[in-house]
């Protein structure tokens, strides 16, 4: 049997060119005054800027860390759902993947793609229809990351389980992709970006699916719950006795049929903990590499984000379940990623 694959679910392009950000820049700048406005023709980035972008980045530390493929998508915190109007996240969404889009062309054995979603804080979520249906059908990228806060930090939008989100979830069921439940940038000083507020959206996101009975309604919904589930691993026993008091099914039977989590947790301890009180079937890897944490930690001499090494050392999996890990859980929750991994022979 060969080795597994090193598949890591969670990829951003934060190392893109120095241009989009300039793009980016001028588009916020021209909010109060629309003939400032840059148009997407503006934007010129070269596929050698793209190469160079990525083979000195990411792919330089996939191989150096024996990684494989990587899914991949916009960098989170630009995402910025909160800035504008929807016309404002429809332009700038479209650039974004379109430049996710061309990284996967140029490096088709290492990265696929997911979609950003052109929200916009209380605009109906059909409105992301098309982009996301593009994506797919176009693009060929095998999920979405689907902001549940696009008021980055005021949470003004209905819970996950709330039929507002159904569009949406009609069409990820239709394609039979998942969605990675990932917020942007915190607009609210109370809540440091990577540090609080995506941990408390994580966190926020588990308990809201805890609450409803979303798959019954949508019963192969698959979502992803980034950065090792927020906080809901090292409170597992708070969760089930709250689903309990609500009188839902055990965890087991509520959710874990459909809600995974990954390995973007920065020290060993905690995925030790992570494999130990999660079932390894709903554990996908990820690294989110060159992204929240990108120094190099001094009790190791490895950068936190390696999160492979973690892996591999943790006592509570064995080469099955590693297997599982890497690879095999990524080519189930993704089936779309599948399809392309046996069109290659893999």
């Known amino acids: 049997m060969r080795p597994p694959l090193v598949i890591d679910v969670h990829g951003h392009y934060t190392t893109a060119p120095k241009a989009l950000e300039a793009w980016r820049n001028r588009q916020i700048a021209a909010l109060n005054d629309p003939s400032l406005a840059p148009s997407p023709a503006e934007l010129r980035i070269s596929d050698d800027e793209i190469r160079e972008s990525i083979e000195t980045n990411q792919l330089a530390k996939m191989r150096e860390r024996g990684g494989d493929l990587t899914i991949f998508s916009p960098r989170a915190s630009f995402m910025a759902h909160h800035i504008g109007d929807f016309n404002t996240s429809a332009t700038w969404a479209a650039i974004c993947n379109e430049l996710v889009y061309r990284v996967t062309q140029l490096f088709p054995e290492h990265f696929v793609g997911a979609a950003m979603l052109p929200q916009s804080p209380g605009v109906d979520p059909r409105t992301c229809i098309p982009e996301l249906r593009k994506c797919i059908e176009q693009y060929g990228f095998v999920g979405i990351n689907l902001n549940p806060d696009p008021s980055g930090g005021h949470w003004k939008e209905p819970p ?187």
């Open 160 to 346: 996950l389980t709330d039929r507002w989100w159904y569009p949406i979830y009609e069409v990820m069921a239709e394609y039979d992709i998942p969605a990675m439940v990932h917020v942007s940038t915190s607009c609210n000083a109370c809540f440091h970006t990577t540090g609080a507020h995506y941990i408390n959206a994580d966190t926020t996101a588990f308990m809201q699916l805890i609450q409803g009975d979303l798959f019954k309604d949508f019963p192969t919904l698959r979502f992803i719950i980034p950065h090792g589930g927020g906080a809901a691993p090292y409170h597992w026993g708070r969760y089930r006795g709250l689903a309990q008091e609500l009188k839902k099914p055990p965890l087991q039977q509520h959710l874990l049929g459909n809600v995974f989590f990954d390995t973007c947790v920065y020290h060993q301890p905690g995925i030790d903990l992570l494999t130990k009180v999660v079932p390894v079937d709903n554990i996908l890897f990820a690294s989110e590499m060159i992204g929240a944490v990108r120094g190099i930690d001094p009790e190791t001499g490895h950068h936190y984000d390696d999160t492979k090494r973690y892996v591999l050392a943790t006592p509570h999996l064995d080469d099955e379940a590693r297997r599982k890990v890497f690879e095999t859980n990524a080519r189930r929750v993704f089936p779309r990623l599948d399809a392309k991994l046996k069109a290659r022979g893999l």
